[in-house]
């Protein structure tokens, strides 16, 4: 599905709620309608509530966005 690579990217700031209302609307439109990236987003809203839980503030280690986003590229990835 085309715009994928662009709802993940917007994953991050949809989040942090730093986007307009129709860009908002637009990704939420998305993840309604694309399981990967749906998924995606359900991962990090869980990751973001951790780290919250945890006290860690807004930062995400770098490890943790790398294996995501290895998680996602796969998840894309369709047959050989
Ligand atoms: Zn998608």
């Not at 209302?21 to 995606?40: I, P, S």
Request: charged letters at 30%; one cysteine or more.
């Amino acid at each position: 599905m085309t715009g994928c690579r662009n709802a993940i990217e917007q994953i991050y700031p949809y989040l942090d709620s730093e986007m307009g209302r129709w860009k908002a609307t637009r990704v939420k439109w998305h993840l309604r309608r694309c399981q990967g990236c749906d998924g995606a987003y359900e991962f990090e809203a869980h990751l973001k509530s951790v780290i919250r839980d945890k006290g860690g503030g807004d930062e995400v280690p770098p490890e943790l966005l790398d294996r995501l986003r290895a998680l996602i590229h796969e998840e894309g990835t369709e047959g050989p």
